[in-house]
């Protein structure tokens, strides 16, 4: 098979070009190390992304490309690289038929296609609970479960029977092993919300009424409550009724958050307004006596033109996020916000172990002036003051998301380990994972893991320690 990037007559899109190339090769090899590898670092660090099989058959999004995993394995001082594509249903109607048979988001949707009109890639996020790894997609539909080491793709997981369908990003209580989720449709109900207990099954199901179809991506959990967030990003409802799809924003529709106890009916949810705004990925929340505290990454308004330049773009969608704080008052029922940091971060990842309590720590890809989303290192925010100190790829590198892996015996702290990262050298096509002591995330490298083929840019990561890690 040829891969995309190859193809004389191929679409084009700048999601399909230089760094973000796709790749057509699975692999797995031994790795060399430049440095120290140290002997604390051991699991398993896996990234998903978009990465198409098949010449699209219109216009591309970054989004429509097919999921594919890569995983570095830090055990006994080695470091081993693997990527496999996930194996989706979708995935395998199109490799019997040797071409693609779904278009993308760009295009008018099919609904006459198998499994629906857009494919299901599961090329968006990971999760790793009850023992399994499950490879999410942003549009929601069903999980599939990938064999760790090995990242094989044992196949839909539907939560033993409980659970059909789960949207990318879910929330993983360290402490209680719940698994809280949300789904979103065209159609009533256009929000409900679900609890998985440990062992993996659906213990708590229920529907959140909204006045319409919502564009929505993440929620966030306290040790109590969980948060839904109703932002004014929908599809374009005429042309929704005309069978079409177009995003557009509404920035004189308020910015709600739904506070919900964490096992409660769906009609018990208490809104909080703030100002108008769009969020795709919130970093922690966590409860005081009287408040609820959020705190993620704010766009203004996604679809406007005529802010900062330099600003990159995702089809008709622009990326402008900065670090923010909200304070819900539990009391009076209003909102304080504020700004942390005029700059723009995006894909934030903290210590999974502190998800839902008070923390201190964020490490958030730091966005490069560009017209792709490309991101040139990270920032470590102590997300209380805004304060931000900034690891810094080098020129023409570029990264994806982060994660933070505990030492192995790691104290509580937030920065007590790593802070991992695959980056891609736009110049030379070289790939390699970056290994940064998280207590001292301004300085170099405590050693650079290098790839044997490239790796193109993607999306969201995972870190998952040896002592989790069932062989597969």
């Known amino acids: 098979m040829t891969a995309v990037s190859e193809r004389p007559d191929r679409v084009t899109s700048p999601y399909l070009e230089g760094p973000f190339a796709p790749i057509d090769t699975e692999i797995t090899a031994d790795c060399e190390v430049i440095g120290e590898l140290p002997d604390d670092l051991a699991g398993v660090f ?43 249903e979708a ?30 890639t599961a090329n968006t996020d990971l ?28 196949g839909r997981f539907d ?5 059909p369908a789960l949207t990318a990003h879910p929330k993983l209580d360290p402490v209680t092993g719940e698994l ?96 108008s705004c769009y969020m795709y990925h919130a970093i922690n929340a966590w409860e005081t006596d009287t408040e609820i505290v959020i705190v993620g990454c704010r766009i203004d308004d996604p679809l406007r ?8 773009h995702i089809d008709v969608l622009r990326l402008e996020p900065y670090l923010h704080e909200w304070r819900l008052d539990l009391v009076s029922g209003t909102v ?17 172990r502190r998800l839902g309590r008070a923390s201190q720590y964020a490490y958030s890809p730091r966005i490069a002036p560009a017209s792709e989303v490309l991101f040139d290192g990270f920032v470590k925010y102590d997300t209380g003051t805004g304060a931000g100190e900034h690891h810094e790829y080098g020129e023409g590198r570029f990264g994806s998301e982060t994660v933070f892996a505990p030492r192995v015996g790691a104290t509580d702290a ?3 380990g790593y802070v991992l990262a695959f980056v891609a050298d736009a110049t030379t096509g070289d790939s390699e994972v970056v290994v940064v002591d998280a207590r001292r995330a301004g300085d170099e490298p405590v050693c650079r893991v290098r790839i044997p083929q490239r790796v193109p840019i993607g999306y969201h990561s995972w870190w998952v320690p040896a002592a989790e890690i069932t062989a597969g």
């Open 46 to 88: 896996v990234r998903n992304g978009a990465n198409p099989k098949y010449e699209p058959p219109g216009r591309y999004h970054w989004f429509d490309g097919d999921g594919m995993l890569h995983a570095m394995q830090f055990e006994n001082g080695h470091a081993v690289y693997r990527n496999r594509y996930v194996a989706t």
């Open 91 to 120: 995935l395998a109607i199109e490799s019997d038929a040797d071409h693609a048979i779904w278009s993308g988001i760009n295009e008018r949707p099919d609904f006459s296609h198998p499994g629906g009109p857009f494919k299901d």
């Open 127 to 154: 999760v790793f609970h009850d023992g399994r790894l499950l490879a999410l997609w942003w549009l929601g539909g069903p999980c599939y479960e990938v064999a760790l080491p090995s990242l094989e793709t044992v």
């Open 159 to 163: 939560f033993h029977g409980t659970l």
């Open 180 to 275: 809280m989720t949300f789904d979103y449709g065209l159609l009533p109900p256009y929000l409900t919300y679900g609890v998985v207990d440990a062992g993996g099954r659906l213990v708590h199901h229920t529907e959140v009424d909204l006045p319409g179809p919502r564009l929505l991506h993440d929620l966030a959990i306290t040790d109590r409550h969980t948060i839904l967030m109703d932002f004014p990003l929908m599809w374009d409802p005429e042309l929704l009724a005309q069978g079409r799809t177009r995003v557009t924003f509404r920035p004189d529709l308020p910015a709600r958050f739904g506070v919900i106890g964490r096992h409660a009916a769906g009609d018990t949810v208490r809104w909080f307004e703030s100002e």
């Open 305 to 312: 033109e005529d802010g900062r330049p330099g600003v990159p």
């Open 336 to 352: 304080r916000e504020r700004p942390l940091d005029d700059v723009m971060t995006e894909f934030p990842r903290m210590d999974n």
């Open 414 to 416: 937030d920065d007590d």
